[in-house]
């Protein structure tokens, strides 16, 4: 169980680039980093317009000299300090993401940045060789990917629980977008601009959440090949799609689908996950985070909760609240900024033996959802057919 204590031997110096007072995810890297004595946050640029980014940053604390205009100035400013950041999370739109990453880690900064990670694998693999060159971290934030329960899914697959893995069966919609988009603001702008989102809207947007998880939950099945199929139901949105399924044969012989929507009207729900094997089921959903449904094949359903004894140990590990109370995203945040800090303490120390076996969202976690995006893209475009997964 985690209880706050601190894991490494000092907080991390750290830096946020957006996320400033109107951006959609700063709190939610803020929620998640300053929990457990592990980050710091000393500085910022937080906004396009610099002088609310000043006034926020001064709001949360920071001294208003090192609440910065623009990314760059926070680089070079914090760079000339002794005291200067180590560590920036990148909280921006996604057509920002590869410059400032780039840029923080030929400063010598560790990176945390917002998915999906670039618009393509090559920029992927380019960063990978600069962060290895410099021997820095580059982390990814995928939302519920730190939740026991998910851990939990992952354990009972690994021991054989299920059976042999046949379907599987992840959905996230909402119908936040179903209107047309006239007087939309920022955050819809910019995720409906191909310049700005990249090549897709709703599969980057929160497809990629759900493929890093399967990743987590199946690290033993690899896709073989899909079939994408996507749509903009708001003609404005196009070539971008607001709603996607995605098919897909692994190389165990299972078969899976994706379902992403932001064009789901009245869904609450938001995000399903079935893992269905040859001798039983497990089903989690976020609209009851605290449950796992596991079905065994001619017995009753069980309900399992977090926090429960009965759970495996690699769940129980990283539960919070403890059994009867809500654990929920703010937890999950945290275990990923958690897992992230200890990265990033290891490759300080140099303790690569430790970051072998240690589990964080990395920067291959960023590649594969774009890798996944790629493939899906190259299906939907040349009239939704079965393409080979490269
Ligand atoms: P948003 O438009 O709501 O907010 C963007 C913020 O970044 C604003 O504060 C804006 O002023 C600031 N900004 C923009 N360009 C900047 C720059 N060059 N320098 C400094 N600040 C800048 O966007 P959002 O919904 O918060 O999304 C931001 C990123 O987070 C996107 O990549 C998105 O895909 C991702 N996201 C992830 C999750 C998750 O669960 N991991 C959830 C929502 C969004």
């Known amino acids: 169980m985690i209880n706050g204590e601190r894991t490494i031997s000092r907080p ?18 803020r929620t998640g980093a300053l929990r457990d ?17 000043r006034d926020f940053g001064v709001n949360l604390g920071l001294e208003a000299d090192r609440c910065y205009a623009t990314y760059q ?8 300090r002794e005291d200067g950041v180590e560590v920036v999370s990148i909280a921006t739109p996604n057509f920002t993401h590869y410059e400032i990453t780039k840029a923080s880690l ?12 670039f618009f ?3 920029e992927c693999k380019e960063i990978e060789r600069l962060a290895e060159e410099k021997g820095l971290i580059v982390g990814v934030t995928y939302g519920f990917t730190g939740h026991p329960l998910v851990h939990q899914m992952a354990a009972m697959v690994k021991k ?4 042999d893995i046949r379907i599987v069966d992840m959905q ?3 119908g936040f977008n179903s209107g047309d988009d006239v007087g939309a603001g920022e955050a819809v702008k910019w995720r409906t601009n191909p310049k700005s989102a990249g090549p897709t809207f709703v599969l980057g947007d929160i497809g990629t959440h759900l493929y890093y998880l399967s990743e987590i939950v199946l690290p033993h099945m690899k896709i073989e090949k899909l079939l994408c199929d996507r749509k903009a139901f708001i003609p404005t949105r196009a070539p971008l799609e607001d709603h996607a399924t995605v098919l897909m044969h692994y190389d165990n012989g299972a078969r899976g689908r994706i379902w992403v929507s932001s064009v789901d009207a009245g869904n609450m729900g938001s995000q399903r996950y079935r893992f269905v094997g040859s001798k039983a089921s497990v089903e989690w959903s976020d609209s009851r985070p605290d449950q796992l449904i596991y079905e065994v094949q001619g017995e009753p359903n069980r309900t399992l909760h977090h926090g429960m004894p009965y759970l495996e140990e690699e769940s129980l590990a990283i539960d919070r609240m403890g059994a009867l109370h809500t654990e929920g995203l703010g937890d999950s945040w945290s275990n990923i900024y958690l897992w992230i800090a200890q990265a990033i303490d290891a490759k300080n120390r140099g303790d690569e033996a430790f970051l072998k076996t240690h589990h964080y969202p990395g920067i291959k976690a960023g590649t594969e959802g774009v890798r996944w995006l790629e493939n899906c893209v190259r299906s939907a475009d040349a009239g939704s057919v079965w393409v080979d997964f490269k």
């Open 12 to 29: 991390l110096r750290w830096g946020m680039v957006g996320g400033g007072r109107t951006g959609q995810v700063g709190y939610k890297h």
């Open 106 to 117: 030929e400063a010598g900064l560790h990176v945390i940045c917002e998915k999906p990670l």
């Open 172 to 174: 996230y919609t909402h």
């Open 37 to 53: 004595g592990t980050y710091q946050l000393v500085a910022g640029a937080f906004d396009l317009d610099a002088e609310r980014g």
């Open 160 to 163: 054989g629980m299920l059976g």
């Open 120 to 122: 393509t694998v090559a």
């Open 73 to 80: 100035e926070l680089i070079t400013e914090e760079a000339a």
